[in-house]
């Protein structure tokens, strides 16, 4: 179970929501009052979504092993302690890596440390606060947990961002396509 923390990241993921819905009804709106203007900006602005998209999605999906494994160090760098050790906890962890010498919090309050297989390990037994010379036995260490969850989630999320970008340019290629049709409730006369 995952629990989304960053009211930063929630707020993010409303506004894009916001933004989405209005473009649908820009869209909406210009289909139904068969207004050009409306739907020549409604075109414009999803082509432009469909390019972000589609190259978001791509970028997740060729990101291999080693820069999953950048991208993590880097965000692990910047963390918070707090948030390391919510990481460590949750899939029972301790520390990045062995080959880095990167501050984590103490790993003898979590369970793999408790386990009789890893007690003895130098990351399990620090007890100071600063643990930046720790070498954790390779298995128990984050990376080795999280390399599979980062690689599910950007495959996940490439797969998705394909699907709906190409969705998005269904909706471009119809809009060109009904954009010039007369309103049959209009004067037959008219010019369009």
């Known amino acids: 179970m995952s629990i989304v923390t960053s009211l930063a990241l929630v707020g993010g993921i409303i506004a894009c929501g916001v933004f989405l819905l209005l473009i649908a009804i820009i869209g909406l709106v210009g289909a139904l009052k068969h207004h050009q203007v409306l739907l020549f900006f409604y075109m414009i602005i999803l082509f432009l979504l469909f390019l972000i998209q589609f190259g978001i999605a791509c970028a997740c999906l060729a990101l291999n092993t080693d820069q999953q494994k950048d991208l993590a160090k880097n965000a692990w760098k910047i963390a918070d ?112």
Request: aromatic letters at 10%; proline letters at 4%; one cysteine or more.
């Open 81 to 192: 302690r707090s948030v390391k050790d919510q990481v460590q906890r949750h899939f029972n962890c301790c520390g990045f890596d062995n080959t880095t010498s990167m501050s984590h919090p103490p790993c003898y309050n979590i369970g793999l440390c408790r386990d009789s297989k890893y007690s003895n390990s130098s990351c399990c037994l620090n007890k100071s606060n600063n643990s930046t010379r720790d070498t954790c036995a390779p298995l128990c260490t984050c990376w080795t947990s999280l390399h599979r969850e980062i690689g599910t989630g950007l495959r996940i999320s490439g797969g998705i961002g394909l699907f709906f970008s190409f969705t998005e340019i269904v909706g471009v290629w119809l809009a060109i396509r009904f954009r010039n049709l007369k309103d049959p409730r209009a004067n037959p006369s008219a010019f369009l």
